[in-house]
């Protein structure tokens, strides 16, 4: 490489783990950290839970201190955002007017909370929770609330849910679907943390669109529903999912639907761009059955980790294919869910354990495709171990108390 050396566009959990891994794996050329966020590189998942929890404080966020970019000679540029890039001369364009000569450029800028398109939706009260500056705004705001509505019951939502509930503030979860997590865990899964957050004292309201957030003097005062109902709040928490930032790449003409669309080796189809983290779709081995083309785009610290890791690789001359198991995790109250692998809504459930511990197999085409666990860590940690290697799982096997799951993950059995 010349002295141009590699430019990343996003400074998250992804950009930084790139960055880290090429000074680790011994790459000597420039590298150069753009983010359109102030603050140090930081970790997101604690934002909906410890850290709104008073659990943990804004440096116990940080990925690193200080002195670690100078230390790797990684240069950080907080507060900019990339606005272009200029493929034929390799450049990325920066909103302060200036532009970075790149050898190779990372995209690596992650998404963006997907508004709520409805009147009101702009008042003071009403909050989003994506990063370090939303979560300020909120902790500034929890204290004094009398009634708090969240608007989506996916992972951010109910795990603020719960943080709230657990101050003793009255909460009430609307989701458009008939359950929690709808579009991520099985059924079973979905009627536990059900159960589990109305014991908290969370109301939900399920089946439900909002059609305005009704407000006086500028801040938010209760929300509308679809069938006429009206619910006081004067906090409202939106968390309807993400979309993409895909900007950069549509605008240089790179393929970029639903994520940067990216080969197995996170490359775009120029040789000199690629793209990681929360902004790419790429090929994954555990998506069969789950796209037409066996592609995903996948939100998850695990995902942004091993994707920096795997570029850093091929950076270095070591190029891989992409192949590592997806795995997630949500904190919500007292209860600690683990998911490893990807299901999809038509698969099969097998349930295994009771009570308050218990894990849900998934199986597409009778094949293991995902396991979701509560309160039982042993159960993830094989689930992985059985999912990565491709291991055979029957039905059968899964619902049966007595069979030894962890003789075969080890390859005993």
Partial sequence: ?????????????????????????????????????????????????????????????????????AEHAI???????????????RRLHLADGDSLAYDHLVLATGARNRPLPVPGADLGGVHQLRGLADADALQAEIAAARAIVVVGAGFIGLEFAAVAAARGLPVTVIEAADRPM???????????????????????????????????DGRATGIALADGTELPADLVLIGIGVLPNRDLALDADLPADDGVRVDAFLATPDPSISAIGDCSRFPSPFAHGLSADGTVRIESVQNAIDQGRCLAARLLGKPAPYGALPWFWSDQGPHKLQIAGLSGPGDASVVRGSGDAFSVFRFRDGRLSAVESVDRAGDHMIARRLLA?????????????????????????
Avoid: C, N, W
């Avoid at 990343?8 to 000597?28: C, D, M, N, T």
């Avoid at 240069?75 to 001369?89: E, L, S, Y």
């Avoid at 491709?390 to 007595?402: E, K, M």
């Fill in 1 to 69: 490489m010349s002295a141009a050396g590699i430019v990343v566009a996003g400074a998250g959990q992804a950009g930084f783990q790139l960055a880290a891994s090429l000074r680790e794996g011994g790459f000597r050329e420039p590298i150069t950290l753009v983010g359109d966020e102030t603050a140090l590189p930081y970790q997101r998942p604690p934002l909906s839970k410890a850290y709104l929890a008073g659990k943990t404080d804004r440096e116990g966020l940080f990925l690193r201190q200080p002195g670690f970019f």
């Fill in 75 to 89: 240069t950080h540029r907080p507060g900019i955002r990339a606005v272009a890039i200029d493929r034929a001369v």
């Fill in 182 to 216: 709808a579009r991520a865990v099985s059924a079973e899964m979905g009627a536990f943390f059900r159960g589990a957050h109305e014991a908290m004292g969370v109301r939900f309201a399920f089946g439900a669109g909002v059609t305005a957030i009704l407000g006086r």
């Fill in 389 to 413: 290697a491709g291991t055979p799982l029957t039905p059968d096997q899964a619902a049966d108390p007595g069979f030894d799951l962890k003789a075969l993950a080890l390859g005993r059995t």
